[in-house]
């Protein structure tokens, strides 16, 4: 079933460590997103990535970075968690960039202890 | 005023009558207007985007947009227990090579039965 796979689906995290969320996807889209979701605050976006080999930051991209060496992978790396990263995770992605069109992932729940 | 403004919720309204969810927004430059449906402990999906002033129509859903007034709507008719769920509201915008989109932090809606 094409769309995009994320992992892992949940992840409690001492403060401190490094994690990286994956994000795969198979449809070929040339843009990619991360959201945090936060009850009280809803969707914001932390970086994106309008084409391969491109990146750009969003509206809370301190904490956190993304790399896109292909078209189909977007990984998330928290270099040094922090309580406050403790969220719900969300890739997306877009046929295009600039579009409000989005396929999101399932979504990776993350706890920093 | 916040860039997208949603009542929380939650709406409440019986199997069969119509839900009605608003969505106000302070950019005036705002071109593109998208609901996304998100079930409790899912990811968003995309049910409707508008770009003209008026009325879309897709089955059950009717998206509203007046952009003099800065307010887009979602009208689903026939509600179903099955709606039941957290309706985002969101906006795009473009500027140049740079655009935006932005969330707003959703209505939850309860469909009785």
């Known amino acids: 079933i094409a769309g995009i796979t994320q992992a892992p689906t949940s992840q409690i995290l001492a403060a401190g460590r490094r994690m990286t969320l994956r994000c795969t996807q198979d449809m070929r889209h040339n843009a990619m997103y991360w959201y945090r979701q936060d009850l009280g605050l809803g969707l914001r976006l932390i970086h994106y990535?309008?084409?391969?080999?491109?990146?750009g930051k969003g509206e809370v991209p301190d904490g956190y970075s993304v790399s896109r060496a292909n078209t189909d992978d977007f990984p998330l790396t928290l270099a040094s968690a922090v309580p406050s990263q403790t969220s719900v995770y969300f890739c997306?992605?877009?046929?295009?960039?600039?579009?409000?069109?989005?396929?999101f992932g399932e979504g990776s729940r993350l706890t920093v202890l | 005023q916040k860039e997208v403004e949603q009542n929380s919720g939650p709406l409440s309204v019986p199997e069969g009558a119509i839900a009605s969810l608003n969505c106000t927004y302070s950019?005036?430059?705002?071109?593109?207007f998208f609901w996304y449906r998100q079930y409790s402990g899912k990811s968003p999906e995309l049910i409707m985007f508008i770009y003209s002033n008026g009325d879309k129509e897709d089955g059950r859903f009717t998206a509203q947009l007046n952009k003099a007034s800065q307010y887009v709507s979602l009208l689903i008719r026939d509600s179903q227990p099955s709606d039941s769920a957290t309706y985002l509201c969101?906006?795009?915008?473009?500027?140049?090579?740079?655009?935006?989109?932005?969330f707003g932090k959703g209505t939850l809606l309860t469909v009785n039965p």
């Open positions: 990535s309008n084409t391969a080999g491109t990146t």
């Open positions: 969101a906006l795009w915008r473009s500027g140049g090579s740079n655009y935006k989109l932005t």
């Open positions: 997306a992605s877009s046929p295009t960039p600039g579009t409000g069109e989005l396929f």
């Open positions: 950019d005036r430059g705002s071109q593109s």
